[in-house]
């Protein structure tokens, strides 16, 4: 098999690094600015559903326009442009000018922001797909460039405090995510050129209404396992949403730049990735992925900043087990059950029922377990009890973990001349 021109590759990792970087510099440390500021934990909750409200509005019909009218590649340039814009008016809104929250006016021009990254997600999959020629091998490296994104942006917490300046308390990450969304829309452009697959088809209701992609989850497999993507994303948003707001209770230094630890362990994750791949299969990868989010949560649970601090390190240890393994495997089987002229609107889907149904539920669901869990001292700060919520983010991904392997029961082939076969099973 020939392998991916070198200057393809570049390209795609420099799009993927940048993809992330976007997202990294200012969401793990937006819960710390918003407190900081006097945000409620719905508020703070309410403000981080608008990844999942955008992946439930976006990504399908930008996958339906990308799979027939427009090349991927130029989309994503526009969106990321438009993007950035936005990311710098909603600095604007989350305080009126006398410091006053105001959480209505950030939840709608955020969501502006997040409905226009969303779909980004899987742009530069079904972009770095339809350039490599093996998909198994090079598509994790590829991927990897998200996670090295990722930790270089949280290094500004890590450098930040050495000054004495706590960076996660400020507006500033979202200005220099408005920043990375500029310099990636402009380097999108020189992206390689991604023609839509289906261009010229004619189009119907059903296209526009993402249909024809729905009716992918006729396969009893496919279901399966995007039902699966879909319902870990419930407890895998208590993790996202609060876990930089646990540790900042606990008193933890540099809180981003640690957390930056889960992209540190994707790298090494998804270096292997493609070995796990070749003698496990994708249903035993996933299902290690379920169960690493169990173990997650146990060791979040029972962890301290004392006698049992490394059970907070080995919780973020394991990210590369629960992103890898499950988002990344996710799209990669996706793309192997679409047809060619589906795949953009099948990576879509998967983003949708993923990160917009099953985080909007999750991040719900986190900001009322936290609220029920305040406990408020003598002077009125609000702390929280946080054994219970990762008990039960625990709980809620073993029963996830349990239905996959019971349910789940195809076996795909790895191999590229194996793809068309596998494509019919269920």
Not at 99 to 107: E, I, K, M
Not at 123 to 135: K, Y
Not at 244 to 271: P, Y
Request: hydrophobic fraction near 55%.
């Amino acid at each position: 098999m020939p392998a991916t021109p070198l200057r393809a590759k570049i390209h795609l990792c420099a799009m993927t690094f940048l993809q992330f970087a976007i997202l990294g510099v200012w969401s793990v440390p937006l819960v710390t600015y918003l407190q900081k500021v006097g945000y409620t934990a719905p508020e703070i909750a309410l403000a981080y559903t608008t990844m999942a409200w955008a992946a439930m509005l976006a990504p399908l019909l930008v996958g339906m326009v990308a799979d027939r009218f427009f090349a991927s590649e130029r989309i994503l340039a526009v969106l990321n442009l438009l993007g950035g814009v936005l990311l710098g008016l909603a600095a604007l809104a989350a305080t009126a000018p006398d410091g006053t929250p105001r959480p209505l006016l950030f939840f709608w021009i955020l969501l502006a922001h997040c409905t226009c990254y969303m779909p980004t997600w899987s742009l530069t999959s079904s972009i770095s797909l339809a350039h490599v020629a093996d998909a198994t091998r090079e598509f994790p490296v590829i991927r990897v460039m998200g996670s090295l994104g990722w930790i270089a942006v949280s290094a500004v917490s890590l450098f930040s405090s050495f000054y004495g300046w706590a960076i996660e308390e400020t507006a500033w990450p979202l200005w220099v995510g408005a920043g990375l969304c500029l310099v990636a829309g402009a380097y999108n452009f020189f992206l390689p050129h991604t023609p839509p697959p289906a261009a010229g088809k004619k189009v119907t209701a059903g296209d526009v209404l993402g249909l024809r992609a729905l009716g992918l989850l006729l396969d009893g497999n496919f279901a399966v396992l995007v039902a699966c993507s879909c319902l870990i994303m419930v407890p895998a948003s208590f993790f996202w949403t609060f876990a930089a707001d646990c540790f900042d209770e606990k008193h933890m230094a540099a809180v981003q730049f640690k957390m930056s630890i889960c992209q540190m362990s994707d790298l090494v994750f998804m270096g292997f990735l493609s070995f796990f791949l070749h003698r496990l299969g994708m249903k035993t990868v996933f299902q290690i992925g379920l169960l690493a989010w169990v173990a997650r949560y146990v060791l979040l649970a029972y962890g301290n900043m004392e006698a049992s601090l490394w059970m907070y390190y080995l919780a973020l240890m394991v990210h590369g087990m629960c992103f890898a393994f499950l988002f990344v495997v996710g799209p990669m089987y996706a793309d192997r059950k679409a047809p060619k002229d589906l795949q953009a609107s099948a990576q879509g889907l998967l983003t949708l029922l993923t990160f917009g149904l099953g985080q909007l539920v999750g991040t719900y669901l986190s900001g009322e377990f936290v609220e029920f869990y305040g406990v408020k001292d003598a002077a009125g700060e609000v702390t929280h009890d946080w054994q219970p919520i990762w008990l039960w983010a625990a709980a809620m991904s073993a029963v996830i973990a349990a239905a996959f392997f019971w349910l789940f029961r195809d076996k795909v082939g790895l191999r590229a001349e194996a793809a068309d076969g596998d494509a019919g099973q269920g």
